[in-house]
């Protein structure tokens, strides 16, 4: 592996993180108080080639690797502290290619480049009311019909709901199928017949919406099934394996800019006649909080360098090498960014705590990332313990 990045990928990193500070910085406030990416934003994203930016070229996208859109997510989790921002990104990225990876060629050429120019959201639809990761279990079904499928059942705790049903577009959808036959992965607009949609109310990353779709009978043509028939379960968990690695490089975007802020405020205040900076307590604990966002920042990219090298390039050999970097990276991120927000609030003590410093957008956030958001930290313990040591000790699907 190549530590040191390409002529090509530092000009493009460089570029976005123009974009972070030139339209994500001064639109982030707005962001979280308006609950909602102002369309202006995503049209920049476009013309910079930031959505679904693996999406092969032929359907819209950059086509870029999985370094290059890890690259890209920590500049966007940098710019937009809310992580609003990010999470859209990341869904567009991540099940954008699972989509160009496995989707019919009439669906790819149908939803593919309006994604790609902002101008049509796609999520992911596993989670249930009735259970989160434990997806094995779902209620939500798919039945085969003579030109399709028809979806019965409901999803909760869905990014992009609003989005999909205001903008278009919607969710790969995780079904069980009725004839005992396994899963099916399916795209289902949102606005179809059948459906209806309800919005949550969030704690943080309030521009992007969280809410739930109930499905009633809602037909889905053949064209928008994933893969083969019953066997879409393992499709959404390499999607997952893609996307959770761009989660973890926005919350390694988060990290660095909250510890910058927090240096730059230890370095000028004063307190007992010195800088804060001056303090070992407080000395200390910054230097500690910089190793641990290196030591994950280069855990990520690694785990971004094993998607080129295997997954991306359509390789099975290495999954589990694979899988046990994604799952070790998403354990780990989320919890460094949000210790490093939450430690640099205390450093500015009262001042934390208020909406004028800025630091409690990137708080609510990421915690976001900590509880659930593309599989929670437990369930990341889950696999690397099945990987580990093995399905007979850790016997989780």
């Given at each position: ?142 039945t085969r019909t003579s030109d399709g499928f028809s979806v019965r059942g409901e999803k909760a705790f869905l990014s992009g709901v609003e989005e999909a049903r205001t903008m278009g577009g919607g969710h790969l959808t995780l ?11 399916l795209y289902v607009p949102t606005t179809a017949a059948g459906n209806s949609t309800q919005k949550f109310q969030n704690m943080g990353r309030m521009g992007i919406s969280t809410g739930a779709i109930t499905y009633s009978d ?180």
């Amino acid at each position: 592996m190549e530590f040191e990045l390409s002529d090509e990928e530092q000009a493009f990193q460089a570029a976005v993180r123009k974009f972070g500070d030139k339209v994500l910085r001064p639109n982030e406030r707005k962001i979280d108080s308006e609950g909602r990416i102002p369309p202006e934003v995503l049209q920049e994203m476009a013309r910079l080639g930031l959505l679904a930016m693996p999406v092969p070229t032929e359907y819209g996208g950059l086509g870029g690797s999985a370094v290059l859109t890890e690259l890209a997510a920590e500049e966007i989790g940098r710019g937009d502290f809310s992580m609003a921002t990010a999470v859209f990104f990341l869904l567009e990225a991540g099940w954008g290619w699972t989509l160009s990876q496995h989707g019919t060629e009439e669906a790819k050429r149908e939803i593919l480049p309006p994604v790609c120019q902002g101008k049509a959201f796609l999520g992911i639809a596993t989670t249930e009311p009735t259970g989160g990761s434990d997806l094995a279990h779902m209620r939500t079904t798919s039945t085969r019909t003579s030109d399709g499928f028809s979806v019965r059942g409901e999803k909760a705790f869905l990014s992009g709901v609003e989005e999909a049903r205001t903008m278009g577009g919607g969710h790969l959808t995780l079904t069980k199928s009725t004839d005992g036959k396994g899963f099916n992965f399916l795209y289902v607009p949102t606005t179809a017949a059948g459906n209806s949609t309800q919005k949550f109310q969030n704690m943080g990353r309030m521009g992007i919406s969280t809410g739930a779709i109930t499905y009633s009978d809602t037909k889905v043509p053949r064209k928008y099934l994933l893969g083969e028939e019953g066997h879409g379960f393992d499709l959404a968990l390499e999607g997952f394996t893609v996307a959770r690695t761009f989660v973890s490089a926005a919350c390694i975007g988060a990290a660095e800019r909250a510890l910058e802020t927090g240096i730059a405020y230890i370095r000028e205040r004063q307190a007992f006649g010195q800088p804060l900076g001056k303090f070992e307590g407080i000395q200390f604990e910054a230097v500690d909080l910089y190793a641990q966002i290196e030591a994950v920042k280069w855990q990520c990219r690694r785990a971004a360098w094993l998607l080129d090298k295997y997954t991306l390039a359509g390789d099975d050999s290495h999954r589990s090498e694979v899988v046990k970097a994604v799952a070790s990276v998403k354990l780990t991120a989320p919890p460094v960014a949000f210790e490093t927000v939450k430690r640099v609030m205390m450093w500015y003590g009262a001042a934390g705590y208020t909406k004028d410093v800025g630091l409690e957008l990137g708080l609510r956030g990421v915690m976001s990332y900590m509880v659930g958001a593309e599989g929670g930290l437990n369930i990341m313990r889950i696999i690397l313990g099945r990987e580990l040591l093995g399905k007979e000790f850790v016997p989780y699907r």
